[in-house]
């Protein structure tokens, strides 16, 4: 199950630069894109605000 971004994100962009598939996205608040994501939790850990969770 690929994790979410909720709207506690910040859009600091921490999240981004250690996803090893690339699957998440800028806007607003960033975006997990759940076909790519392989479940692997880097961005949940480094994310300051805790707004990335299981989906």
């Known amino acids: 199950m690929a994790y979410v971004i909720g709207d506690d994100c910040v859009a600091c962009g921490t999240c981004q630069s250690v996803c090893p598939t690339e699957s998440i996205s800028e806007g607003d608040i960033y975006h997990i894109n759940p076909d790519t994501c392989i479940d692997c939790g880097s961005c949940a850990q ?5 707004a990335i969770t299981e989906g």
């Open 46 to 50: 480094v994310c300051p605000s805790g």
